[in-house]
């Protein structure tokens, strides 16, 4: 029998994000002990990038750079519960105005701009205002953990199998028995060893899994672009069985030590966070990895049933395939918990595209070393459909050309990141009033890490000679000029922001040297 001929494009788009995922926690990007077998599959029919990184190491402004093809400092939404503003447009914005819809089964961390709307006259229950108060997902199912959503809420599932209590994630999820018989919350780390009070099946991993599939099925031979986007391994950390004991034992990997001699202010300020107060301690961190591991085991498997069954509907063939993470996670190197700061562990992130298409066929199975971001999935995904590129606006450039193995000019040879602690504690240790500049951008070039922090001084890492950012270079006076060169490049990237987004390309061209009929300036 002949094999079913390849489309020129992908017909569909599974764009997966995890949450709060290392890009060392893969076996395809070298973990030692933990297997991903399905993940790896994945990126052997793909292009696997291993220097992908995230605009900002927090849930809702990375989440909102993916989804905006945009940074921080352009869109606004810095910090998470931080709202969208309502003039800000997204991928599904954009699928929508090209008659088609970017559809979610999980998280988007996305907080609507209800001043915004409330302004322009918008009716949060209309079609156009259930649209920007959901980020531009048309929702399937979504789920934020503890937050409600109203959309089939994964509480809602619960009880209708017969989870009893007010709150069955809080108390099945995330809960879990100790040796006395007693619940206790997977909130407190201490209990990351026992297994959560859910069946595995009825998991948010399984959950999730389980309505994109029904959203696969149901759409048959239609065309359909799905976020597929788990909550998992972002905290608590706790885990059904048989995931929550199956690395118990197993070698969880070196922890890398703090500097303290001379440390950053901003860094130390962090000490002060709960989450490094509990992961300064070696036994905590290594206590909760192995949980980690079971959460990373457990996506591993179900996307594996959803591979298969992609394999089996015959949706492989024409089905782009985006796998990525909205940030990393310290789990106690440095002796830090939770993400935020510009260390590799946080900001650099898994990322394997797989096209479907024949134009990718030279590039299956590699890796490329060019500099990825987040910005730049958007581009990717309206470039593979065929969609143009809204270029006044998005900030980020299609992958396409390196997955299809050409040589584009000028690609990028640098990385950014921004940080908004202005709600953290930090900012009270270090002083700080609530109106203060509380910002720092990380720019990452090929040997060197560069942040500025407003206020303080800059931090410089030589990845060359220190790829474990271990010493600090950032008063060095030897480095000066390292320095000085990495700020000029901030301060060119920030001049070369996006900001009209109201007027095309195509429209500046028509206006340029075009007046008006009966307009005559300058003339004798």
């Known amino acids: 029998m002949n094999a079913t001929p390849r489309p020129e494009r992908p017909r569909n788009v599974l764009f997966i994000m995890c949450d709060q995922l290392r890009a060392d926690y893969l076996s395809c990007y070298g973990h030692p002990t933990l297997e991903t077998p399905n993940i790896d599959r994945l990126a052997r029919r793909g292009v696997r990038f291993n220097r992908a990184y995230v605009q900002s190491g927090v849930c809702g402004p990375s989440r909102m750079s993916f989804y905006t093809g945009r940074y921080p400092s352009t869109h606004g939404a810095t910090w998470n519960f931080f709202p969208l503003p309502v003039g800000e447009r997204t991928l599904g914005e954009v699928l929508e105005s090209n008659y088609s819809a970017l559809h979610l089964v999980g998280k988007t961390h996305h907080e609507p701009d209800r001043e915004g709307m409330e302004r322009l006259g918008i009716d949060p229950s209309s079609d156009r205002g259930d649209l920007l108060s959901n980020g531009g997902f048309r929702v399937v199912v979504r789920h934020e953990g503890d937050l409600p959503t109203g959309k089939r809420d994964y509480k809602a599932y619960l009880s209708s199998l017969g989870y009893a209590g007010e709150d069955p994630w809080l108390d099945y999820a995330v809960g879990a028995i100790d040796d006395q018989g007693e619940t206790v919350s997977g909130w407190q780390m201490r209990h990351a060893h026992l297994p959560a009070r859910v069946r595995e099946e009825h998991s ?14 149901s759409k048959g031979d239609q065309p359909w672009v799905l976020h597929l986007s788990y909550i998992k391994p972002h905290w608590p950390y706790v885990v059904p069985a048989p995931y929550h004991n199956m690395y ?23 000490r002060a966070h709960p989450e490094a107060q509990s992961f300064g301690d070696e036994a905590v961190a290594r206590h909760v990895r192995p949980t980690y591991m079971g959460l990373i085991k457990q996506i591993d498997d179900h996307l594996g049933r959803l591979f298969d069954e992609l394999m089996a509907c015959g949706r492989m063939e024409d089905t782009l395939i985006v796998f990525t993470s909205d940030h990393g996670d310290f789990l106690g ?41 987040a910005v730049d999935v958007m581009p990717t995904v309206l470039e593979a459909l065929g969609h143009e590129i809204p270029e006044h606006w998005v900030e980020g450039r299609s992958l396409l050309a390196l997955i299809h193995g050409e040589e584009p000019a000028q690609w990028r040879d640098q990385a950014i990141s921004e940080l908004d602690y202005s709600t953290r504690r930090a900012r009270h240790v270090l002083g700080l009033p609530a109106n203060a ?16 922090w407003a206020g303080f001084r800059p931090q410089l890492f030589d990845l060359q000679e220190d790829p474990s950012e271990l010493h600090d270079r950032g008063a060095d006076p030897a480095l000066k000029g390292v320095r000085a060169e990495h700020a000029e490049r901030l301060l060119h990237w920030s001049l070369a922001r996006k900001r009209r987004t109201g007027v095309d390309h195509a429209r500046i061209e028509r206006m340029t040297d075009n007046l008006p009929p009966g307009i005559h300036i300058g003339e004798w």
């Open 204 to 217: 948010e991993t399984a959950y999730a899994t389980d309505r994109a599939l029904e959203f696969i099925r």
């Open 333 to 373: 190197d440095r002796g830090l918990g939770e993400k935020e700061l510009f260390y590799e562990e946080v900001q650099r992130v898994p990322l394997i595209v797989y096209d479907p298409s024949g134009a990718a066929d030279a590039t299956r199975g590699t890796a490329e070393d060019r500099m990825a971001e």
């Open 437 to 452: 500049e509380c910002r720092g951008w990380m720019v990452r070039t090929e040997r060197w890490k560069y942040v500025h």
């Open 248 to 270: 118990r034992n197993a070698d969880t990997g070196p922890i890398l030590p703090s500097e303290r001699s001379a440390e950053h202010p901003v860094v130390s300020a962090y």
